[in-house]
């Protein structure tokens, strides 16, 4: 399949001499410097255009640094509705000198170049439209010092791209109050920086390209905020009353926008005082211990965390998955291993958190996609995990916990809370009580909570060896019994955790798997590999453990791509794992760079791996597994020469703007 057939040619000088508009159907990059404020900026181009009806989608791609470091933030302008990373972008917002070579370099053809006029030299194209704006002069104007010179100078963009775009300047000046929270002082010392740059560019810089902005009716209803944030307000209405924590990017702010709203919702309306504890621990290690004393205790305790926090808390996991302690874990993902690319996404810890804890240990996962799911599992973690008694991971990513995304309002739980089998101390003189033991047959025992004053209520939570009784044994016939009935506690788990999410085309022998923020990518890999006459089936992975349906899925199809963010193919691991009937259907194609996918690279991957599937089954390649590179995939570009590629469709584009080689994880060739 060509690259046009993805997403078009690249617009032309001739195109443009047409008179043709290219209307909300583009994407822009600002490149700037982090620390220099250019946040506030970029959000109010984003929320205006929101606003304004059209489907938007931003993702900040910034350095793991404080500031100096270049930073691009990439703006996604869809009538479609596509909010999936694109392979380019068509407008440049060029204000840092660092950075400007490469990011002229990945501009495509007909793109268009807004630029910093004091600079003494540019890169010159001629395939580019260059407009240069003197941002000293208005710097001057408002007579700001230090770094309030930084902070103005970004609004000076704001208002030359209102101008070159179309965009209102009221819903710029209403998306800076809703920035500033209403305070009308603030929002208006950069307006008005906005509006005499919009002035300017009116009067000197001609329209002569043909990109626009236009209302539309498609955001009527949204709501728009990050994953992080969602998931701070799920966890409210999941009842959380103790949370223990270590600062973590990509993680930190499920924290922040968490105490913010327990602020608001959760205190005693008489005395005023917090019915919630928040506690930032000296370590991770220290965290998570918090939260399974707490959990213990009955409070529903979570903590949030990346990566390399995951790893201080295996053995206080592992002791809360025997002990059977209800735990909430958010693992917001970023690159690893070690510290890797902190200010990166991806899915890495599938795997390890999966099996978290020395021994034999499985954890449920719970994967969410979108910001109502962020939500939604924000509360329905805390019920699994009273529940199943057991620690409950919400494995989400830097991009979607981070980045800003568009959703429906999200909806009030329909069901209460579920604690789960707690005995009252009426329970325990009427019953006796057994702490391990399965009395319904389904592996979850009933468990008491501290305060119970009934004298047989009370029982050691042992990590060490026990019998039914919580009592300390070595048995061989005790431990074997435990470890069976935790397996089928796990068994149990598969009909209690969100089934997968199917969309199933009927005669298609193509299936894919996938989680998490790899669906806006497949949603629009799928359409564009439809409209070429390639039909696919998608099955979303919603939480581990897999049920029933995910085998019947993959019978069903000839051929199952397992997409997912991470080098070695995780996902599809687990899957062959648990599914070895059904190994030989499933192959992976995996992609770890730090960059959301795009569906340019899906299409790409899929195509190429269906070519060359009838090679090998005839063991053209021999055994094990194949990388293939850039080159073989086309859609993912590459800077070699003679690659028949144009400037701009380049591995640079991808807003990685450093050129590195990336390879990708084609399966295991049968």
């Known amino acids: 399949m060509s690259i046009d057939a993805i997403e078009g040619e690249p617009l032309t000088q001739e195109s443009r001499a047409d008179g043709d508009l290219i209307i909300n159907d583009f994407s822009i990059v600002v490149a700037t410097a982090n620390g220099t404020g250019s946040q506030t900026s970029n959000l109010a181009i984003l929320r205006a255009l929101f606003k304004m009806g059209i489907p938007v989608s931003g993702k900040n791609i910034f350095p793991s640094n404080i500031q100096g470091l270049p930073t691009w933030y990439h703006i996604r302008v869809s009538h479609e509705g596509y909010t999936a990373r694109r392979h380019t972008s068509e407008i440049l917002v060029a204000f840092n000198q660092a950075t400007l070579v490469q990011d002229i370099q990945t501009l495509p053809p007909g793109g268009i170049c807004l630029h910093n006029g004091d600079w003494r030299s540019v890169p010159q194209r001629d395939d580019i439209t260059y407009f240069a704006v003197p941002v000293n002069e208005f710097i001057r104007e408002t007579g700001m010092k230090g770094k309030l010179k930084d902070y103005i100078s970004n609004m000076v963009y704001v208002g030359a791209l209102a101008h070159l775009l179309d965009i209102p300047l009221e819903e710029l000046d209403e998306a800076l109050l809703f920035l500033f929270k209403g305070k009308r002082r603030t929002a208006d010392a950069n307006m008005n920086v906005v509006r005499a740059a919009y002035e300017w560019a009116a009067a000197n810089l001609p329209r002569n390209h043909p990109y626009r902005i236009a209302p539309m009716n498609e955001t009527e209803g949204l709501i728009m905020m990050t994953g992080n944030e969602a998931a701070g307000l799920g966890s409210v209405f999941g009842g959380v009353t103790f949370v223990g924590w270590y600062p973590i990017t990509p993680s930190t702010s499920v924290i922040d926008s968490l105490e913010g709203y327990l602020k608001q919702m959760r205190r005693n309306p008489e005395t005023g005082e917090a019915t919630y504890a928040i506690v930032q621990a000296e370590d991770e290690l220290a965290a998570i211990g918090m939260v399974v004393g707490a959990g213990f205790a009955g409070a529903r305790a979570m903590t949030a965390t990346s990566g390399p926090g995951i790893s201080l808390m295996a053995e206080f996991v592992g002791l809360a998955y025997f002990a059977e302690i209800p735990a909430v874990i958010w693992d917001i993902q970023r690159v690893g291993p070690s510290t890797g690319l902190p200010t990166r996404t991806s899915q890495g810890d599938v795997l390890f958190t999966y099996y978290l804890g020395h ?312």
């Not at 109502?372 to 329905?380: A, I, K, L, P």
């Not at 805390?382 to 568009?406: E, H, I, K, R």
């Not at 090679?615 to 086309?634: F, S």
Request: net charge negative.
């Open 359 to 670: 021994g034999d240990t499985k954890n449920v996962i719970l994967l969410p996609s979108s910001l109502r799911e962020c939500f939604d599992f924000g509360y329905q973690a805390f019920d699994l995990a009273d529940t199943l008694q057991t620690p409950v991971f919400v494995l989400s990513d830097l991009d979607l916990g981070m980045n800003n995304w568009m959703s429906e309002p999200f909806e009030y739980p329909a069901e209460p809370i579920k604690r789960g089998k707690v005995l009252t101390a009426a329970d325990v003189a009427e019953h006796g009580f057994a702490r391990y033991k399965d009395i319904d047959g389904d592996g979850i025992p009933y468990r008491t909570l501290p305060g119970n004053d009934h004298p047989l209520a009370a029982y050691f939570a042992r990590g060490t060896g026990h019998n039914e009784k919580a009592v300390y044994s070595e048995r061989p016939e005790d431990w074997k019994n435990n470890m069976a009935r935790l397996t089928h506690k796990f068994n149990t788990a598969r009909d209690l955790v969100p089934g997968p999410v199917i969309d199933e085309v009927e005669g298609a022998n193509i299936g894919i798997i996938a989680y998490g923020t790899t669906r806006p990518a497949i949603d629009e890999a799928r359409d564009r590999l439809a409209a070429a006459g390639v039909a696919t089936s998608f099955m979303r992975l919603r939480a581990l453990p897999i049920n029933d349906e995910v085998g019947a899925f993959i019978e069903r199809h000839e051929n199952v791509y397992v997409i997912e963010m991470n080098r070695d193919g995780q996902m599809h691991t687990l899957l062959r794992s648990e599914l070895p009937e059904l190994a030989t259907r499933l192959e992976s194609l995996a992609l770890l760079d730090g960059m959301p996918l795009t569906a340019r690279w899906i299409v790409e991957a899929i195509t190429a791996a269906e070519e060359e599937r009838p090679r090998r089954r005839q063991g053209a390649y021999g055994q094990g597994k194949r990388g293939a590179t850039e080159l073989d995939l086309p859609g993912d570009g590459s800077l070699s020469s003679g690659n028949g590629m144009p400037i701009g469709d380049s591995g640079l584009t991808d807003m990685g703007h450093d050129g590195h080689n990336r390879e990708v994880l084609m399966g295991e060739i049968r």
